[in-house]
C-alpha cells in the first residue's frame, strides 16, 4: 500500500478492517501492556509497546478504537500510545514505517461485568486473612520449580522457597471460611524473579504476571471466584514504590528517571517525616523518596508521568481482570506523596466504594493520620488513602497485654491511650487493626506463648473499632520456627500443607493432637485446637455484630490493669471488659450507669459460652480473660 493510501485512510477514519499483514513475532513486538481493556473504563488508555528499535514505526488500531498520540521514550524500544476506546470487540495494532503497513498485534477490547465499577470494597464488617501464599500449603508440587525462574524450593532454607502456591489456598479455602473470616490478603503473588529470597514476592519482575511457581493468571482468577462463592472478598497486595532488581526493564528502561538513579547504592532514610516535616532539610526529603528499600529493589520514580500512568492501569487492570474486592499498598509513604494522591484517586475514581490501605509503619499517631483520606493536614495534603494500617494499636497490644502488674501507665491501659487517639483519624472505622503481620514478631511468642493472653488479644482484635486482620496461623497460636526475628523463621510453613508434616493443622484432629512447637520444644496437647475454636467462635460471631461493624465507641479509664468499652449502635450493645491481671476481677458494672442506665442493660448473652451473664449481681471474670457480652 503506497504512502498516498494510509495517509487518506488515517485521515477519513473509516477502515475498519485491519491490513493484511503477518502478526508481530517476539522480536519486532516483545510486550504490549495492558495486556487487554475494557470498553466503559473512565481510566484513560495508554499502552507501553516495547521492541527493537520500536520507535522508528507509527502505530494505528483498527476496531473500535483510535490512537490518538503517539509517545516515544528515550529508549528507541519502547513507544507510548494513547488510545481512546470504543466498545466491545477484537482489534489490531498494526505498526507503519515509510508508508507501509508492517506487522500488526492483535489486541481485544472486552465487555465488563455487570455492576464492575459499583463493586464493594472490604470494610469493618470483615475479617481478613492474610497468607503468604509459599508458605501456607503446597497444592501442587509441579510447579515448586520452573524453568524460566531462578530462585529453587528449599525447605530447609529459612528464606528458600518453601513451594506454597494458589492451588494450596484453593484447597484451604473452607479452613479459612470455617474460621470466620470473610476476606483475604495474599503477600504480592506476581512473578519475582530474585535469585534469592524470592519468596515474599515485593521485588516484582512482571507486574502482569503470576509467578509461575505460586501457578498462573486464570489460577489466581479461580481462586478469587472460589473465594467469592465462600463470602470471602480479595485484597491484593501491591508494590508501587519499588520493582526486583530482574524486572524485565531493568535491562533497558524507558527513561533514565524510570528509577531513581544515584552514583553509588543509596539506601533510603526510611524516616517518611520527610513527607511532611516543615523542618527537614532537601537533602533528606530527597534521600527519603528517592533511596532504595533494598540493593535488590531499584526505587520507581512516580513523577515521572509515563510510569504514573502505567501504574494507574495496572491496578485497575488487575481489580477489573480478577474481580477484586482491595488493594493494600506496600511501603506507601516511600513513594512520591503527590503521584501517589493522584494514583488512589484514578483508582477510587474507576471504583468508587473500593478500598485501598496502605502500609503506613509508625507507632506515631499523627504521623500515621496524616496518610488518611480527609486527614485536616496543615499542609493541605490529601493522600486519597482511604484506609491505614494501625500500627500504634498493635503496639499497645504487645507491650499492654504482656504486664504482669500495672503501674499507672502501663500494662492494658497502653490500649485504652491508642483508643484515645481516634481524633486524629480522618475514619477511625476504616483502620486496619491487627495483632501481627509477616513483618512483625509472631504474636504467639511476644505473649509469651500463654493461651489466654492469645485469646485476649484475638478478642481486643476483633471488638475494637477498624477492620480486624490476623496472620495465618495466629488463630493457633504460631511462633517461629527459629530465630524469632529473621523473617523466614517468622514466616512458618502451616503444619498440614505438605505431603508428609507430621501434625495436619489444618483439621480437628491435627490441631487436637499436636504437641510441638515450631523450634521443637514440648507443647501442651490440644492447646492449638483451644486457641482456635475460641478463634472461630469469635469471628463467625463477630460476622453479624452490627455493633462492632458500624458502632460508636464508649471506653472507660481504669488504673487497675483493665480495660472496658461499649461498642454501639441505636439499637445493638456490645460490651468488652479485659481483665489483664493474673487474679479474678469483678466487672465495676455501676461505674458505667451514664450509658447502662439510659438504655436499661441489666443481662446480655456471653458470645463465646452462649450464657446469661445478668450483671444485677456481681460478675467476675477470670485472669487475662475477655468478656464479650451482647445485649
Known amino acids: 500500500m503506497t504512502v498516498v493510501s494510509v495517509l487518506a485512510f488515517i485521515a477519513c477514519g473509516q477502515e475498519q478492517k485491519a491490513p493484511d499483514v503477518a502478526e508481530a513475532t517476539p522480536d519486532q513486538v516483545t510486550r504490549v501492556e495492558p495486556p487487554c481493556w475494557w470498553a466503559g473504563m473512565k481510566t484513560d488508555l495508554q499502552l507501553l509497546v516495547q521492541g527493537p528499535s520500536i520507535s522508528d514505526y507509527d502505530v494505528r488500531i483498527f476496531g473500535d478504537a483510535e490512537v490518538t498520540g503517539v509517545h516515544k521514550a528515550e529508549s528507541p524500544n519502547y513507544l507510548f500510545v494513547d488510545v481512546k476506546v470504543g466498545g466491545p470487540?477484537?482489534?489490531?495494532?498494526?505498526?507503519?514505517?515509510?508508508?507501509?503497513?508492517?506487522?500488526?498485534?492483535?489486541?481485544?477490547?472486552?465487555?465488563?461485568?455487570?455492576?464492575?465499577?459499583?463493586?464493594?470494597?472490604?470494610?469493618?464488617?470483615?475479617?481478613?486473612?492474610?497468607?503468604?501464599?509459599?508458605?501456607?500449603?503446597?497444592?501442587?508440587?509441579?510447579?515448586?520449580?520452573?524453568?524460566?525462574?531462578?530462585?529453587?524450593?528449599?525447605?530447609?532454607?529459612?528464606?528458600?522457597?518453601?513451594?506454597?502456591?494458589?492451588?494450596?489456598?484453593?484447597?484451604?479455602?473452607?479452613?479459612?471460611?470455617?474460621?470466620?473470616?470473610?476476606?483475604?490478603?495474599?503477600?504480592?503473588?506476581?512473578?519475582?524473579?530474585?535469585?534469592?529470597?524470592?519468596?515474599?514476592?515485593?521485588?516484582?519482575?512482571?507486574?502482569?504476571?503470576?509467578?509461575?511457581?505460586?501457578?498462573?493468571?486464570?489460577?489466581?482468577?479461580?481462586?478469587?471466584r472460589q473465594s467469592h462463592a465462600r463470602g470471602i472478598k480479595m485484597i491484593m497486595d501491591i508494590v508501587t514504590n519499588h520493582c526486583g532488581s530482574a524486572h524485565w526493564w531493568m535491562k533497558d528502561l524507558p527513561f533514565q528517571d524510570w528509577v531513581h538513579q544515584w552514583p553509588e547504592y543509596t539506601h533510603s532514610n526510611c524516616n517518611f517525616a520527610m513527607q511532611n516535616d516543615p523542618n527537614s532539610a532537601t537533602i533528606d526529603q530527597i534521600n527519603m523518596q528517592s533511596g532504595w528499600f533494598d540493593t535488590s529493589m531499584p526505587d520507581m520514580n512516580l513523577d515521572n508521568p509515563y510510569l504514573l500512568q502505567y501504574f494507574k492501569q495496572w491496578a485497575v487492570w488487575w481489580i477489573e481482570y480478577a474481580d477484586l474486592d482491595g488493594l493494600r499498598v506496600d511501603t506507601y509513604p516511600y513513594n512520591e506523596k503527590v503521584p501517589m494522591s493522584q494514583w488512589c484517586a484514578a483508582v477510587r475514581k474507576e471504583y468508587p466504594n473500593i478500598n485501598i490501605v496502605g502500609e503506613v509503619w509508625t507507632s506515631n499517631i499523627a504521623q500515621l493520620a496524616y496518610w488518611q483520606d480527609g486527614a485536616l493536614n496543615r499542609d493541605g495534603f490529601n493522600s486519597n488513602l482511604p484506609a491505614i494500617m494501625d500500627f500504634p494499636l498493635h503496639g499497645a497490644f504487645c507491650q499492654g497485654l504482656n504486664a504482669d502488674y500495672e503501674n499507672w501507665d502501663e500494662g492494658i491501659t497502653k490500649v485504652f491511650d491508642a483508643i484515645a487517639n481516634d481524633a486524629f483519624y480522618a475514619d477511625p472505622k476504616n483502620i486496619l487493626v491487627f495483632c501481627s503481620n509477616h513483618d512483625t514478631d509472631r504474636i504467639g511468642d511476644v505473649l509469651r506463648r500463654d493461651p489466654d493472653r492469645m485469646k485476649m488479644v484475638l478478642a481486643l482484635t476483633a471488638t475494637v473499632r477498624g477492620i480486624p486482620q490476623i496472620f495465618s496461623g495466629d488463630e493457633q497460636m504460631f511462633t517461629p520456627s527459629g530465630y524469632s526475628h529473621h523473617d523466614g523463621g517468622l514466616r512458618v510453613d502451616f503444619p498440614g500443607g505438605w505431603k508428609g508434616d507430621r501434625f495436619d493443622l489444618f483439621t480437628e484432629e491435627g490441631r487436637a493432637a499436636c504437641d510441638v512447637d515450631f523450634d521443637g520444644s514440648p507443647l501442651r496437647e490440644g492447646v492449638r485446637a483451644e486457641v482456635f475454636d475460641y478463634a472461630r467462635k469469635l469471628f463467625t460471631w463477630r460476622k453479624g455484630a452490627a455493633a462492632i461493624h458500624d458502632g460508636k465507641t464508649l471506653h472507660f479509664l481504669r488504673r487497675d490493669n483493665t480495660y472496658a468499652f461499649f461498642r454501639y449502635t441505636d439499637d445493638k450493645v456490645v460490651y468488652v471488659f479485659a481483665n489483664n491481671c493474673p487474679f479474678h476481677v469483678a466487672v465495676p458494672w455501676a461505674d458505667y450507669s451514664e450509658f447502662t442506665a439510659s438504655r436499661g442493660l441489666t443481662a446480655g448473652r456471653d458470645v463465646i459460652t452462649g450464657e446469661r451473664v445478668d450483671f444485677s449481681s456481681e460478675v467476675l471474670v477470670e485472669p487475662r480473660h475477655v468478656l464479650i457480652v451482647e445485649f
Open 89 to 224: 470487540g477484537a482489534c489490531s495494532i498494526v505498526f507503519v514505517k515509510d508508508g507501509e503497513y508492517a506487522f500488526k498485534v492483535p489486541y481485544q477490547i472486552g465487555e465488563r461485568r455487570e455492576g464492575s465499577a459499583e463493586r464493594k470494597g472490604f470494610s469493618s464488617a470483615d475479617m481478613v486473612y492474610l497468607i503468604m501464599p509459599d508458605r501456607f500449603a503446597n497444592g501442587d508440587p509441579s510447579n515448586d520449580n520452573t524453568p524460566d525462574t531462578a530462585d529453587k524450593v528449599d525447605r530447609e532454607k529459612l528464606a528458600g522457597r518453601h513451594g506454597g502456591d494458589i492451588k494450596g489456598i484453593m484447597d484451604h479455602l473452607d479452613y479459612i471460611a470455617d474460621l470466620g473470616a470473610t476476606a483475604i490478603w495474599n503477600t504480592p503473588l506476581l512473578e519475582d524473579n530474585e535469585p534469592r529470597e524470592s519468596y515474599h514476592g515485593y521485588a516484582c519482575s512482571n507486574y502482569y504476571r503470576i509467578d509461575p511457581r505460586f501457578g498462573d493468571n486464570e489460577m489466581y482468577c479461580e481462586l478469587v
